[in-house]
């Protein structure tokens, strides 16, 4: 009895075409190599900065450095796709495997945090924790597959 809702099998081409790119460029733009424009786009809600003058509340603008944006977008699109989209023969065994990459996912992201948690404070650590947003997803795509590609 498998009772996962996923997407339909054809998703999956459709998200690792998405999710690799923007995982290698959302990489190599935290790396400076590519210069991102910021743009003013209106939001939902802006809070600001510390010592910014932008307003904050709700539908103000704010300026949004665009590439990380907009990878960090893909990503999780991509992600999601892939990660969640059926296989050609989905059963229990499949279903046994996606319980796993979530559990090592988690089990591994959770041991970073407290990591962090424990030794790194300031900015750097606020950095740290925009990245690991990213960590379970990556780390349950790519676990699946190797499992799925091991069996």
Do not use: C, H
């Not at 947003?133 to 499992?147: A, E, G, H, S």
């Amino acid at each position: 009895m498998n009772t996962l809702q996923l997407f339909p099998n054809r998703y999956k081409k459709i998200g690792w075409f998405i999710f690799i790119p923007s995982l290698i460029l959302g990489i190599i733009s935290l790396t400076g190599i590519i210069n991102s424009s910021e743009i003013s786009l209106p939001v939902f809600y802006n809070s600001g900065f510390p010592l910014s003058n932008e307003d904050s509340g709700l539908f103000k603008t704010a300026e949004i450095d665009f590439f990380p944006n907009l990878f960090g977008i893909l990503i999780i699109i991509g992600g999601i796709l892939v990660g969640f989209s059926k296989e050609k023969v989905e059963d229990e065994y499949i279903s046994s495997l996606r319980l796993k990459s979530v559990f090592l996912s988690l089990i591994v992201t959770y041991s970073i945090i407290l990591i962090l948690f424990l030794t790194i404070f300031g900015t750097l650590f606020f950095t740290a924790m925009i990245l690991i947003m990213f960590l379970p997803l990556v780390l349950y795509v790519f676990r699946f597959n190797y499992l799925l590609l091991k069996k």
